[in-house]
C-alpha cells in the first residue's frame, strides 16, 4: 500500500457494483505468473436506518493451476466442470499497483511507474493518461 492500492483491473474493484455476488477471473502479473482470484463483497453492521451498512470487499487467490481443485474454478472456461467446457481461460492482464506496473498501453492506468521516466511528448498521444519510456 506504500505505492498506492492494488491494480484497478481486480475484480475487487467491481465487487461494489454487484454486492454479494461472487466474481471468479483468471488473472496474468508482468511476469508471466498467472493466478485465479475470487472476490465479494461483505456487509458491516448498520448502525441505524439512516446510515449505510459498512460495505468491505475481499480477494483472495491462488495459483492458476489449483482451478480444477476448487469449487470457484469451475466457473473459468477450459475447465473440467467450465460452462464453455473448452479452451483455456483468458487471463485479465493485471499489476501489482499502477505506480509498481510497466505494462504499456493501460486503460486503466491511475499513477505512472515510479521505475520508468515519463514520455513527455506532446505530437504523440497514446492510450494511457500516463506515458512512459
Known sequence: SRFGGGCPKLAVHAAFTQPGQILVEAVEMPDG???LCIART??????AFSERPRRTALLIGCDIGFRDEIVY??????????????GVAVATPVGPACRLCERIGCLARAEPPVTRPLGLDEMVTGLSAFDFQ
Open 42 to 47: 461483505l456487509e458491516g453492521p448498520q448502525g
Open 73 to 86: 474454478g469451475g466457473a473459468l472456461p477450459g475447465t473440467a466442470s467450465g460452462k464453455s467446457g473448452q
Open 33 to 35: 505468473a498467472e493466478f
